[in-house]
């Protein structure tokens, strides 16, 4: 009678693989109770069938006392290091011990050598052992053989065939009976490859296909070349593309729009805050939203004041979400930065019209060249500034200061008068735009 000790090794883990996460599938099954058949059921009300009383969990080979017959179910199954090798190492020089191989062996590994029954054993260290355990195999194996495997490529009928993850020889038989089961069908073309570790196999398949416009969108027959902008749609391997409001019409589908909204800290003048949104954005529209203040900047963002804070709201696409992110780097930047604070507030409905600009122009230039030496043209359209015989004149439609024609040593007075002019300007701009 053989009192040994037993290596079951294994690819997959039963309840006895020294893992973590061993126990938590442990912990799965005593959860779902419930699911499992009546027997289990009844008895769980009396002890709980999954703590076994002979089994427990090996969390290493420290916590393991060799000390009489036991089965350890112990991986890899290739038995190239790990637990497995390391059991088999040492109790393999002992006729009373066994192993037990229990899944596929791929040809190089020691689990494979050991199935032809060696006198002999090389260690990972490189010393030799003899080899007088018991080897046996126990196919545990999950994967097909060859009546599913060539009834489930006759049901898909698939154009390339890769057989990998498999001893050399069988894989070629495997080809062999494939090929021979399809050479004489006329219908039914399959390419089977068998490559080796690390060989690239190519495949080939065609880049175009073919989609049928529905809906509204073949209303009005394309012209050659002509671009179509809707969703591409696949079904059953056929492609159709519709605009997004006849999907309900043609297809199971709906179109949906994922509204965002984002609330922000303000506690600013609402005023300053458009102020600056209108520096970023020319079209800001000043609105009303459930009677609450509101801007509308870009057409497509919608800020709304609240007691404390301002929402933005807007229809989610990548182009609103962009001008959401802009929107909102101003917001905070405006609570923030007290500089920001600074700004005068200006109402945007109250626009300063084009005489009151010049006014204030014409004020300006006689602050800072004297009341004698700036003149109005008498179209009303230009301002004379006059110096010791130079002059430059300013286009009050445009803003464009020039000098008399040919005059060079006006130069230094057109700058000056242009910078007073450019800045003026930027001043009132907001108030202007």
Same mark, same amino acid.
């Given at each position: 009678?053989?009192?040994?000790?037993?290596?079951?090794?294994?690819?997959?883990?039963?309840?006895?693989?020294?893992?973590?996460?061993?126990?938590?599938?442990?912990?799965?099954?005593?959860?779902?109770?419930?699911?499992?058949?009546?027997?289990?059921?009844?008895?769980?009300?009396?002890?709980?069938?999954?703590?076994?009383?002979?089994?427990?969990?090996?969390?290493?080979?420290?916590?393991?006392?060799?000390?009489?017959?036991?089965?350890?179910?112990?991986?890899?199954?290739?038995?190239?290091?790990?637990?497995?090798?390391?059991?088999?190492?040492?109790?393999?020089?002992?006729? $009373? &011990?066994?192993?037990?191989?229990?899944? *596929?062996?791929?040809?190089?590994? +020691? =689990? /494979?050598?050991?199935? !032809?029954?060696?006198?002999?054993?090389?260690?990972?260290?490189?010393?030799?052992?003899?080899?007088?355990?018991?080897?046996?195999?126990?196919?545990?194996?999950?994967?097909?053989?060859?009546?599913?495997?060539?009834?489930?490529?006759?049901?898909?009928?698939?154009?390339?065939?890769?057989?990998?993850?498999?001893?050399?020889?069988?894989?070629?038989?495997?080809?062999?009976?494939?090929?021979?089961?399809?050479?004489?069908?006329?219908?039914?073309?399959?390419?089977?490859?068998?490559? $080796? &570790?690390?060989?690239?196999?190519?495949? *080939?398949?065609?880049?175009?296909? +073919? =989609? /049928?416009?529905?809906? !509204?969108?073949?209303?009005?027959?394309?012209?050659?070349?002509?671009?179509?902008?809707?969703?591409?749609?696949?079904?059953?391997?056929?492609?159709?593309?519709?605009?997004?409001?006849?999907?309900?019409?043609?297809?199971?589908?709906?179109?949906?729009?994922?509204?965002?909204?984002?609330?922000?800290?303000?506690?600013?003048?609402?005023?300053?805050?458009?102020?600056?949104?209108?520096?970023?954005?020319?079209?800001?529209?000043?609105?009303?939203?459930?009677?609450?203040?509101?801007?509308?900047?870009?057409?497509?963002?919608?800020?709304?004041?609240?007691?404390?804070?301002?929402?933005?709201?807007?229809?989610?696409?990548?182009?609103?979400?962009?001008?959401?992110?802009?929107?909102?780097?101003?917001?905070?930047?405006?609570?923030?930065?007290?500089?920001?604070?600074?700004?005068?507030?200006?109402?945007?409905?109250?626009?300063?019209?084009?005489?009151?600009?010049?006014?204030?122009?014409?004020?300006?230039?006689?602050?800072?060249?004297?009341?004698?030496?700036?003149?109005?043209?008498?179209?009303?359209?230009?301002?004379?500034?006059?110096?010791?015989?130079?002059?430059?004149?300013?286009?009050?439609?445009?803003?464009?200061?020039?000098?008399?024609?040919?005059?060079?040593?006006?130069?230094?007075?057109?700058?000056?008068?242009?910078?007073?002019?450019?800045?003026?300007?930027?001043?009132?701009?907001?108030?202007?735009?």
């Amino acid at each position: 009678m053989n009192i040994g000790r037993t290596i079951l090794n294994y690819m997959t883990s039963p309840s006895t693989m020294p893992h973590p996460w061993q126990k938590k599938c442990m912990a799965v099954y005593q959860t779902y109770v419930n699911a499992m058949n009546e027997k289990i059921r009844k008895q769980i009300s009396i002890n709980n069938p999954f703590v076994f009383k002979h089994i427990s969990n090996l969390k290493s080979m420290d916590h393991f006392d060799d000390i009489g017959p036991s089965v350890v179910m112990a991986s890899p199954g290739m038995m190239q290091s790990g637990l497995s090798r390391e059991l088999f190492e040492s109790w393999c020089t002992d006729k $009373r &011990n066994g192993v037990i191989i229990a899944g *596929y062996c791929v040809e190089g590994t +020691l =689990a /494979k050598h050991i199935m !032809s029954e060696p006198e002999e054993v090389t260690t990972m260290s490189g010393q030799k052992l003899p080899l007088k355990m018991s080897v046996d195999y126990i196919s545990f194996s999950a994967h097909t053989d060859y009546q599913q495997t060539s009834e489930f490529i006759r049901a898909l009928k698939p154009p390339h065939v890769l057989l990998v993850h498999g001893e050399q020889n069988e894989m070629a038989r495997l080809k062999a009976a494939l090929i021979r089961e399809y050479e004489d069908n006329d219908e039914v073309h399959i390419e089977v490859h068998n490559p $080796r &570790n690390t060989e690239a196999v190519t495949l *080939y398949f065609r880049g175009e296909k +073919l =989609a /049928k416009v529905m809906g !509204s969108l073949a209303d009005k027959k394309a012209d050659q070349g002509q671009r179509i902008s809707g969703i591409l749609v696949k079904r059953n391997f056929n492609y159709h593309i519709l605009i997004p409001s006849d999907l309900s019409i043609y297809t199971d589908l709906a179109m949906s729009t994922v509204t965002q909204t984002q609330a922000i800290q303000y506690s600013g003048p609402f005023m300053l805050l458009a102020h600056h949104l209108q520096t970023l954005a020319d079209d800001v529209e000043e609105i009303e939203v459930q009677e609450k203040p509101a801007l509308k900047v870009f057409k497509a963002i919608t800020v709304v004041q609240e007691p404390g804070m301002v929402m933005l709201e807007w229809v989610a696409n990548p182009l609103n979400d962009m001008y959401a992110d802009a929107v909102m780097t101003v917001i905070l930047e405006v609570q923030s930065n007290p500089k920001a604070q600074k700004v005068k507030q200006v109402n945007a409905n109250k626009k300063v019209d084009q005489e009151t600009y010049t006014k204030r122009l014409e004020v300006m230039l006689e602050d800072m060249f004297g009341q004698d030496c700036v003149s109005r043209s008498k179209t009303g359209n230009t301002l004379s500034v006059t110096v010791d015989g130079k002059s430059a004149n300013v286009s009050l439609d445009t803003r464009v200061v020039v000098c008399e024609e040919g005059s060079v040593e006006d130069e230094p007075l057109r700058e000056m008068v242009e910078m007073a002019v450019q800045r003026l300007y930027e001043t009132i701009h907001p108030a202007l735009s």
